[in-house]
């Protein structure tokens, strides 16, 4: 039960913790102070529903799916190359940029964004639903679940201490030059990843 959990733990850490387009997006409100709370219950929640999906059996359901993967894809591809354009031609802008001061999103702006930067994401359904739900299955009947548990634990804890725990940084993060610095590397990782989804 408990190693069945730690393996959930480590390897739900082991899969989320990378800088990709959804970490870089709560890692900036959090930065901001802006609408942290529904970026990260979203991403939390979605990360939930996608583990207990996997160890569902879903995967394989996804696996046959390839045309929806597919379509997916070129969505995400069409989306990060949207917000990595938009990070970098907010970083033109500095009257734009503020650390503390929130960053012009909406709470109903925060929550698409979250939304969509979690579901049009193909490595989501990859990672979590098949290979998380892969290695679940791999601990018996009951012991899945437990690594679904320690997953989510840890899907938990990388959210709210990202979103939470970056204000620490925010004195540091409180020129506007810092967060032009921060908006190209988000911009460049958006447009990186949009490249990596688009070449296969």
Not at 10 to 26: D, E, P, R, Y
């Amino acid at each position: 039960m408990l190693d069945s959990a730690a393996a959930g733990l480590a390897t739900g850490l082991s899969l989320i913790v990378a800088i990709g387009a959804q970490n870089a997006f709560v890692l900036r409100q959090g930065l901001a102070r802006s609408h942290v709370g529904i970026v990260v219950l979203v991403c939390t929640l979605s990360d939930v529903v996608l583990i207990v999906a996997g160890v569902a059996g879903i995967g394989t359901v996804v696996e046959a799916a390839s045309w929806a993967l597919e379509v997916v894809r070129w969505l995400g591809v069409a989306f990060l190359g949207w917000y990595g354009v938009a990070s970098l031609r907010r970083a033109l802008r500095p009257e734009a940029l503020a650390a503390a001061g929130g960053n012009g999103l909406t709470r109903r702006g925060a929550l698409g964004r979250a939304v969509a930067l979690t579901w049009l994401n193909p490595h989501v359904y990859l990672d979590t639903v098949l290979l998380l739900g892969s290695i679940a299955n791999q601990h018996g009947h009951s012991g899945r679940w437990w690594f679904a548990v320690g997953a989510c634990v840890a899907s938990t804890a990388w959210f709210a201490g990202l979103g939470y725990g970056a204000r620490l940084a925010s004195r540091v993060l409180a020129r506007p030059r810092a967060w032009q610095v921060l908006d190209v590397l988000i911009g460049l990782t958006m447009l990186a990843i949009a490249a990596g989804l688009a070449l296969g």
